[in-house]
């Protein structure tokens, strides 16, 4: 052992030794460690200055009230009840609009993915469907379905079901081909295949899908509930801007956002745990 | 070349006129082969030469290649890749088990895990696994099932040198204790001298050299070597040459 480290050490001749400096650590060009908790940082930063700019009275009150304005109108609203029923009623329409998009997604990406017949029939339609934005497609459903709460179901679950579509038929018809050869060889049953090989393959780019459909579902709900609602947030905010209420469109646009946030963290978290098998590569 | 030892009885893999083409190019060409049962059988060729076409075929995995020619093959044949092809969404257990079921597959499964010397490691990921280790599950893998036929696609290809060495050991000796036929498609001379009794050369879409090798006769691991490479085409200067072999 000793023999061996003798050899591998670097002994320079006299000569080079004038020539030799000492190693200095080159620039770092990346951004280097992060700081803790560096994405709050900014909007608590946003928060500060505009409560300051308020205190300070540069701000109109009748176009930016003060934050704390916004949050006594929210604590008004919740406790006489009307945010409440209008949380519930929007949560209602987003949700039922959303679990149908998933399903018809998710049902539409099998069929067209698993058999060669259903992707004749079906990915040529959806592609077609897709093409045509949703949004423009209100005033055909209000003819077919009236202004009640179907038609908004109805339009929320088309924007769901497109992106979850389109992600996990992608994803389905990307499985690695070599993996389809491995299950022939270990002689694994169509069904088997379908749950061990397919499934697992496409949950990335269906959780990709599942994103961008929550991220939809909420916008289409925004859309419908400011143009044709008698109720809900959207309905809230649309009349406090004919009353010239900043502070309560605030108040509606806060809980859009916590909306938001909470839906996309809980997609991520069930995703986290799904793909647990990823987190190996990336930590 | 010295006779085999083994008489052995009736073949495990049996080829008869198998023909091969792709969009018009022929690349196996009338083939008749046997393979006797428990024979380790190495196929050499260049990189195209059809050796992965031959495995294919007999594997039943070239769907959509036009060719003619029958083919008999064992019940239970198992293949190894050159890449490991363990899923990685599955757990490397849950990975051997792959396609197996019945209620001692899981002991099974341990114990191939440990055969291959992985014991211990039945929870890890894939991603996980080095090289080596990942090519010693797929190995358990294709052991588990107790196969017949071993078919293996350039199993040690992407292995490190070092690596390569100690999987040769182990096929080699997994191979001894439970006797499938093996046949090993591989461009490596020197692996296909060490491991197999019987090295097939495939030129042109058919078999050129057929040669038994006998490590308890006359002939070195060089000259088996040199009338190999010589059939392949490759002119080694020096190493090839008949006398000791470089590392006897």
Redesign the interface.
Known sequence: MTAVTTTTAPAPPAAVEEEEHQVRRRRRLSPGRRLPASRLLGPALVLVLWAAASAAGRLDPGAIPAPWTVLETGVRLWTDGTLPDDILTSLRRAGSGFAIGLTAGVVLALASGLSRTGEALIDGSVQLNRAVPTLGLIPLFILWLGIGETFKIAIIAIVVYIPIYLNTHSALSGIDH??V????????SRL?FVR??VV??A?PGFFVGLRLGVTGSWLGLVVLEQINATSGLGYMMFQAQNYGQTDVILVGLVVYGIFGLVSDTLVRLIERRV?S??R??SS | MAPHTEQLTRPAVRLRGLTRSFEGRTVLDDIDLDLPAGQFTALLGHSGSGKSTLLRAVAGIDHGVAGSGTLTAPEKVSVVFQDSRLLPWRRVLPNVLLGLDGADAEERGRQALFEVGLGGRERAWPSELSGGEAQRAALARSLVREPELLLADEPFGALDALTRIKMHALLRELWERHRPSVLLVTHDVDEAVVLADRVLVLSRGRIEVDLMVDREGPHSHGEYRARLLQALGVTDTGAGAPGPPLRP
């Open positions: 070599r993996f050869e491995l299950a022939e060889v270990q002689g694994l088997a061990q090989v697992p393959g949950l793909l098998w990823r190996t590569l």
